[in-house]
């Protein structure tokens, strides 16, 4: 046998080689692209082949204290269709027309467009939307999607804040948590065809969506309920423009209610302006008067300068001062510091100022919190401004002295005063308690926060047992709470008009804030109200907007009195809630609230009161109201004070012609 020559046989090995090595890099290749990127290769193939239609996800919930819902989102349904698959569109708009509400031209019109997909309507009624399925159209499909619905209407409006068509969170607590709450992104897919036209008959079906986050908020649905009442009626009453109430939880920070009038109803948001969706106690600012003179005893008494005995010269009601001439309401001698705050004396609190001195006092009220967020967990929040004392002229270490010149929130007020009410610490206040899976499983839980000590625990009592004082015997009297020991101060502040270049004593900011019970402070309630008319003042007009709001939450937070003020039953004090609508009254877009009862509820006076401020005064209240009469209320039935059931009667008496109506209706029915 011939033996091969050796250049023939290395050609052979070196083409055996290459052969080997081809085979080799090809079946690593196929192992990279088949096994090792597998994923990124069916993805690849997925978008080309199919196109995803976004569906609007189930948001969390949004649940008061007390798991009352404020924001939920129900199940709706979509209506879409495949025009070509539609063989008679003239019949198929003639059986939807009815369901949907739409013209049946228009609707046929759709169905006749050369598109492989077009959305009919979306977030229809669940009943609206089973009856359309059962139908059984060709080309016709339906799809579950997620609406948002606020059950209460406005009540907390400008807290929760609302979403936009496609369930994105655009204002309040709905924007802060939107990645929390949104849930996970569902989707309808359909799959092309080589032209990467749509095919009905190979469509895949929804992707299975996650519900978001629950919120559980610090707020107590009965408070806010009664802080937007108390609002409304001084509006009514007032003329103001505008009002904000701020209800805390001075051992914690928590906000048990914020409130501000006007408000908007987030199932129909778009009928109002902006100017109705800001949350005005921590976006309005405002000079705040005389609420800002305890803070100033607060500081001269821990820097040891004043006692609450020492007397200071008011010059008679007018004091000249840095260039300028203060002056006081009512003229005054000499008063003591107590007495200063008590009578709301601008001299005298000038004149504890000029012994601060303009840095002390304003390193004081940077302290405070003033001139600076709060960091509460809510958008929008400003921080008021405080200028440097660097650029203080002489005159402003007065004008400070009595809340002018600088700016706050009602936030700010609130938190301030907090400070007064636990010992001297100035906390965080947030408003969500909570945040739970879609199970119900906490995922994560806010503690208390304090930002800094301010005073030490001996002056921030002093300084109550002054602010007790003032409600007791100063301006403050209209505070007053029956078995309860209320600490506060007002304030009236003149309003900066632009257009004449100086303040004007028309239409002030007047405000209160009060701290109840003030030898256990339990609450902090600040009220704010914008422009009033006629001779307003904070101990006049705002101040028992602070009473109507404590005696509700002194109530519902079963806080103890020496006085009979809260109903008991078997040593069990009832309460009562608001909830929503059922589910099914919800989908059909009627958005009223329904009020249920678990207790007892307490009837408050309307007597003197117009008929429609008396009927606003009862909303809320699971009664039946007989009115008899109009005009004025002359009579109620029962009388105030009297604990009322779910589903009572309860008649108002107004002026019958040729009639006078008694008080006690019990008497007048014998």
């Known amino acids: 046998m011939k033996a091969i020559d050796p250049t023939l046989r290395r050609r052979i090995y070196a083409l055996l080689s290459l052969f080997v090595l081809a085979i080799a890099v ?24 199919l196109q995803p239609i976004r569906l609007i996800p189930l948001r969390g919930k949004i649940l008061d204290r007390r798991g009352a819902p404020l924001a939920v989102s129900l199940e709706a349904g979509s209506l879409f269709s495949h025009p070509a698959s539609v063989k008679d569109p003239a019949r198929a708009a003639d059986l939807l027309a009815p369901h949907l509400g739409m013209d049946e031209r228009s609707l046929r019109e759709k169905l006749s467009q050369p598109l492989s997909f077009v959305w009919l309507a979306r977030q229809l009624p669940m009943n609206k939307a089973e009856a359309i399925r059962k139908l059984e159209l060709r080309g016709i499909g339906v799809e579950k999607e997620g609406k948002r619905y606020y059950p209460n209407r406005d009540l907390a409006a400008n807290v929760i804040g609302f979403v936009g068509v496609d369930s994105q969170g655009l204002e309040g607590l709905e924007l802060y948590y939107e990645q929390r709450m949104r849930g996970g992104q569902a989707s309808l897919l359909l799959q092309r065809d080589a032209r990467g036209r749509l095919l009905w008959q190979e469509m895949a079906g929804a992707t299975d ?41 001075p051992r914690s920070g928590e906000v048990l209610a914020m409130a501000c009038v006007p408000t908007f109803n987030p199932n129909r948001f778009r009928a109002y302006g902006p100017g109705w969706w800001r949350n005005r106690p921590i976006t309005d ?111 402003a270490l007065g004008t400070h002295s009595f809340g002018h010149g600088f700016s706050v929130t009602t ?41 800094r000590r301010v005073i030490s625990k001996g002056t921030a009592r002093r300084v109550l047992d002054v602010l007790e004082e003032v409600v007791e015997s100063g301006t403050g009297k209209k505070a007053q709470i029956p078995g309860f020991r209320v600490a506060g101060k007002t304030g009236t502040a003149q309003r900066y008009d632009p257009e004449l270049g100086r303040y004007t004593d028309e239409r002030p900011v007047v405000s209160f804030v009060g701290i109840v019970p003030a030898g256990d402070p339990q609450m902090v309630i600040a009220v704010v109200l914008n422009g009033p008319e006629g001779q307003a003042s904070g101990g006049g007009t705002a101040a028992p907007v602070f009473r109507e709001i404590a005696r509700s939450a002194l109530h519902y937070r079963q806080v103890q009195s020496d006085g009979p003020l809260l109903a008991e039953r078997g040593g069990e004090v009832r309460r009562g809630t608001v909830e929503p609508l059922e589910e099914e009254q919800a989908s059909h877009g009627t958005d009223a609230p329904r009020v249920t009862e678990r207790g007892d509820w307490m009837m408050p006076d309307v007597r003197s009161l117009p008929l429609r401020a008396a009927l606003r005064a009862l ?41 006078v109506v008694s008080d006690n209706m019990e008497a007048r029915k014998k």
């Not at 006092?361 to 940077?366: H, P």
Request: charged share 25%; hydrophobic share 40%.
């Open 411 to 451: 936030l700010q007020m609130a938190t301030a005063f907090s400070s007064l009410a636990n010992g001297g610490f100035l906390l965080e206040p947030y408003v969500v308690q909570e945040i739970l899976d879609e199970t119900g499983r906490s995922l994560e839980a806010r503690q208390p926060r304090v930002a």
């Open 26 to 49: 090809l079946m690593t290749g196929l192992y990279r692209h088949q096994v090792t990127r597998r994923d990124h290769h069916i993805a690849w193939a997925d978008r080309q082949q």
């Open 285 to 395: 600012t405002f000079e705040p008067g005389s609420t800002v003179k305890p803070f100033l005893l607060a500081a001269t008494i821990e820097e040891d300068l004043v006692s609450e005995e020492m007397t200071f010269d008011c010059e008679k009601g007018e004091y000249r001062f840095g260039g300028h001439r203060i002056h006081d309401m009512k003229p005054h001698e000499e008063l003591t510091a107590l007495e200063v705050i008590t009578h709301s004396s601008n001299i005298g609190a000038t004149k504890m100022a000029e012994l601060l001195g303009p840095q002390s006092w304003w390193e004081y009220l940077s302290g405070f919190g003033f001139g600076r967020r709060t960091g509460i967990d809510l958008p929008g929040e400003v921080g008021g401004t405080l200028r440097s004392w660097k650029d203080w002229a002489k005159v």
């Open 209 to 249: 969506p996650s519900r978001g986050s629950q919120i559980v908020l610090t707020l107590d649905l009965r408070i806010q309920f009664a802080a937007e009442r108390a609002l409304r009626q001084a509006l009514d009453e007032s003329k103001a423009t505008s009002g904000s109430a701020i209800v805390l939880d």
């Open 619 to 659: 909303e809320g209240l699971p009664v039946k109201i007989q009115v008899e009469g109009s005009g004025r209320i002359l009579g109620q039935d029962p009388l105030p004070g009297s604990i009322v059931q779910t589903g009572q009667a309860i008649r108002l008496a107004g002026l019958p012609r040729g009639r």
